[in-house]
């Protein structure tokens, strides 16, 4: 049966997940380029908000009522909340009031997270280099890096990310986030993607006097995939925006042995920075984020196929047993045998003996 703050945490686990949240100074434009498929929240501090919105991609009037898309959920204080966003759902936001006054508007690029790429330094790999697309001005497609994130680990070897989002910069030195720049141009290229850069860290552990509250929830009721033997585990803290690092068995799991090829047991997901990990055998998962334990995980094999091998292993016994059995007693035939010939010799003498002791009495 479970305890209550077990029911009461596993009620609130599905509103945990994590969400960069995104603000903008009161009137204002702000223009930010994010990741497809990682939950953001826009902000706004307006009571009685309403949401105006338009998709780049469809080149549409302004629409009301983003809350009619399915991924977009109110939240708090008139801000909203789109989980998963899509590449198409680049466009403009626009927040007002009561008074239909605008309180702020976003532009977002949500720039395509399956057309990551990801680069580690100590494996020498290089990011994107710098392009120029000719739209008639030579203008230079290029990468805007964000500041590295916190080391994953203390006190002992980790690693670190960054990320880097697609931009144009103008002639004139502006720079605008790609989509945005070209609104709904048809107009592609391969340079035209995000980056994510890996790196090894090494950092001291700070002590604080301030408690973490750390949640430790053991998801262990879940079996491996019949059809590819294999399960997905979520960090439900975790993000790509965030620090997280796995380990399998008190080892931890790391970009390298991934993007070497050297770790081929376990395979950490590009598109969510980590935060899903793909596992092929049973142990003991641990998930941290921010060097906080989260959660760990104790995947058990499919039921079939333990009791298949269970089976297998029964069989294996058995067969194992009636062979060392049926050894054993050819052993102790052959002992008794042995025995019983050392017997005759001793008590039987040979006829030739007892020839020659008739002779001796004649």
């Known amino acids: 049966m479970m305890t209550t703050p077990w029911l009461l945490l596993s009620f609130a686990v599905p509103l945990l997940g994590f969400y960069v949240p995104i603000s903008c100074p009161h009137s204002k434009r702000c223009q930010r380029a994010l990741l497809s498929n990682n939950d953001v929240s826009l902000y706004c501090n307006a009571s009685g908000a309403q949401w105006y919105y338009y998709f780049l991609q469809d080149g549409t009037n302004w629409s009301i009522h983003p809350l009619s898309v399915s991924n977009i959920e109110a939240m708090s204080e008139g801000s909203i909340l789109i989980r998963s966003p899509l590449p198409s759902q680049s466009g403009l936001y626009s927040c007002r009031d009561q008074k239909d006054i605008q309180v702020v508007q976003y532009e977002i690029d949500f720039q395509d997270i399956s057309t990551l790429h990801i680069t580690h330094r100590d494996l020498g790999q290089k ?44 002639p004139l030195g502006n720079s605008v986030p790609c989509l945005l720049y070209l609104g709904n141009a048809r107009l592609w290229s391969s340079r035209m993607r995000p980056e994510m850069q890996i790196e090894a860290c090494h950092v001291q552990c700070e002590t604080s006097n301030t408690k973490n509250i750390t949640f430790d929830i053991a998801f262990d009721n879940f079996e491996l995939s019949e059809e590819s033997g294999s399960a997905w585990l979520t960090c439900f803290l975790g993000s790509i925006y965030r620090p997280i690092i796995w380990e399998a068995n008190s080892k931890s799991l790391t970009w390298q042995g991934q993007l070497s090829g050297q770790d081929l047991s376990t395979v950490l997901d590009p598109a969510t920075g980590g935060r899903r990990l793909q596992v092929f055998r049973p142990a003991i998962y641990k998930c941290f984020v921010h060097q906080e334990l989260v959660a760990r995980f104790n995947p058990r094999p499919h039921r079939e196929k333990a009791r298949q091998q269970r089976e297998t292993g029964e069989a294996w016994k058995g067969k194992t047993s009636y062979s060392l059995l049926k050894g054993l007693k050819l052993l102790l035939v052959g002992t008794m045998l042995s025995l019983l010939g050392m017997l005759l010799k001793l008590f039987c003498p040979s006829r030739s003996k007892r020839r020659k002791q008739v002779l001796l009495v004649k």
Do not use: A, M, V
């Not at 290029?142 to 697609?166: A, I, S, V």
């Open 127 to 170: 990011p994107l280099q710098n392009e120029t697309l000719s739209l008639g001005s030579k203008e230079i497609i290029f990468t805007r890096w964000e500041p590295w994130q916190d080391c994953n680990r203390c006190g002992e070897p980790g690693e670190h990310k960054r990320l880097g989002y697609c931009y144009i910069q103008e």
